[in-house]
């Protein structure tokens, strides 16, 4: 396998493109379009965002310490987009990409009713590294939208068709492949003793290939 060594980037993804509503204490609000995001902690909750001082959004966020994530959609691609290449500071995102405010239970930030999942946070932390700041947020609430729920309550995203951003591109999720644990689930058709046999050769086999490949490229080094 032939790889290039580049300089230090980030390449982790793919990730979500998010968009994150603000406000300050004079009612003015806003959306910027996040991807440096993500989860920080299960319990307690807590998620971050991270901002250049330059967007028009790191005021507000820095004067109420407060911000929502509103999860994104391929109906929702247009609009991320936009809220991630115009300004607030000339435009008023809400207005232009027709999307509706909604009060939040606990900050002055509104959520973005078209998104399937808002998330409520509080600052609790602000970290410094360069050209982004790090805002660790404390998750206050969760708001789901119902209509990707089924009869038992159960809340299935992949539903709503949720975006993904990839190396500077949008795109929507794909085949479901498994779901958390599959690898090590009992097949209930199979006896355990099959299905163990079957893990067993399955895992030898994938050995035994790693072996081989490893032996090979060891001996075309030797070669050289
Ligand atoms: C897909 C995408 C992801 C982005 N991710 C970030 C990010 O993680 N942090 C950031 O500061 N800006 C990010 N941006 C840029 C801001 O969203 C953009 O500069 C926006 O216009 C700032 O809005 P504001 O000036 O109204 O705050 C991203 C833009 C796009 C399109």
Redesign the pocket.
């Known amino acids: 396998m032939a790889k290039e060594i580049w300089k230090p980037g980030n390449m982790l993804y793919p990730i979500p493109?998010v968009m994150v509503t603000?406000a300050d204490n004079q009612g003015n609000d806003?959306?910027?379009?996040?991807?440096?995001?993500g989860t920080v902690c299960s319990d307690p909750a807590l998620a971050y965002?991270?901002?250049?001082p330059s967007?028009?959004?790191?005021r507000m966020i820095e004067e109420t310490k407060e911000f929502v994530i509103n999860l994104t959609t391929k109906d929702l691609a247009f609009a991320?987009?936009y809220?991630?290449?115009?300004?607030?500071?000339d435009v008023d995102?809400f207005a232009e990409c027709h999307l509706t405010r909604e009060a939040a239970k606990y900050v002055k930030a509104p959520l973005i009713a078209e998104s399937p999942v808002n998330i409520e946070c509080r600052v609790i932390e602000k970290r410094e590294y360069g050209t982004?700041d790090m805002f660790v947020g404390e998750v206050l609430a969760v708001h789901a939208d119902k209509q990707y729920m089924d009869e038992t309550g159960r809340f299935d995203l992949s539903k709503a068709d949720p975006l993904v951003?990839s190396h500077g591109m949008?795109y929507s999720t794909g085949e479901k492949l498994g779901k958390f644990g599959y690898s090590v689930q009992k097949n209930k058709k199979t006896s355990n003793k099959k299905v163990n046999k079957t893990a067993d050769s399955k895992s030898k086999k994938m050995s035994k290939k790693r072996a081989d490949k490893t032996t090979d490229s060891k001996s075309k080094n030797i070669k050289k």
């Open positions: 493109a603000v806003n959306i910027i379009t996040i991807a440096w995001t965002i991270s901002v250049r967007r028009h959004s790191y991320t987009d809220c991630g290449v115009k300004s607030g500071r995102k982004h951003y949008y």
